[in-house]
């Protein structure tokens, strides 16, 4: 069965810094991952999705790489800003099944 | 354009009543989803349909029912209400399984007393 584990759970950053998000999963074999971002009290936005074929994208200040055989995904957030303090979360599609982690809850300080 | 619109947003109920949740969606998708949020845990698969009048079985589809009558409409019943079931419920949509990005609602927040 596909479990999916990100790491840290928590992070508190100063304002301004590079950071990195840690996404792991424990079957190769999927389609694609996504990464997510949720506020407080709201649903899930896709910032990223990663086809298995394909390395990385990026986004704005957002760069997020997969590596498939290592079952490992990372979410690089440049200059890191006050207003993207949320939850992130990373999920992957192995064919049939979505499967989410926990997710990393961000704090980024003013 | 409002995406994904799930009503209502919270609810409480007592164990044993029924309820229907509702989710609505305006970007003509074919695939929408409904997931429980509970803490610590990740986003779990309840139900899901692949297109009008369709339905199938996510990872913990236990005590819940679904009914696609409508391409926009994805309704989650619950016939017998458990503590639980206390948790968050986000209903997604997307253009394509698996491959397209998922667009989800604001959530609505049962509490089963």
């Known amino acids: 069965k596909q479990e999916v584990t990100q790491i840290p759970a928590a992070l508190s950053v100063p304002e301004g810094e590079n950071l990195v998000l840690n996404c792991s999963f424990t079957d190769s074999a999927i389609y694609n991952l996504q990464w997510f971002r949720q506020d407080p009290g709201k649903g899930l936005t896709s910032l990223l999705l990663?086809?298995?074929?394909?390395r990385e994208q990026t986004s704005g200040r957002l760069n997020a790489s997969l590596d498939k055989s290592s079952g490992r995904s990372t979410l690089y957030i440049a200059a890191s800003q006050p207003g993207d303090s949320a939850t992130y979360l990373c999920a992957v599609w192995d064919g049939q099944n979505f499967v989410f982690g926990p997710g990393t809850r961000l704090s980024v300080l003013p | 354009n409002a995406g994904v619109t799930q009503t209502p947003k919270f609810r409480v109920l007592k164990t044993g009543q029924s309820m229907t949740l509702l989710c609505a969606q305006d970007?003509?998708?074919?695939?929408m989803y409904w997931y429980r949020q509970d803490p610590g845990m990740g986003l779990r698969l309840i139900h899901y349909?692949?297109?009008?009048?369709?339905?199938a079985k996510g990872e913990v589809p236990d005590g819940y029912n679904v009914s696609r009558l409508k391409k926009q409409n994805f309704l989650l019943g619950l016939e017998s209400a458990a503590p639980s079931q206390t948790s968050v419920y986000f209903c997604a949509s997307s253009y394509g399984q698996g491959y397209q990005p998922q667009h989800f609602g604001d959530g609505t927040r049962l509490s089963i007393l």
């Open positions: 990663i086809q298995s074929s394909q």
């Open positions: 970007m003509n998708h074919e695939y």
């Open positions: 349909s692949v297109g009008e009048g369709t339905t």
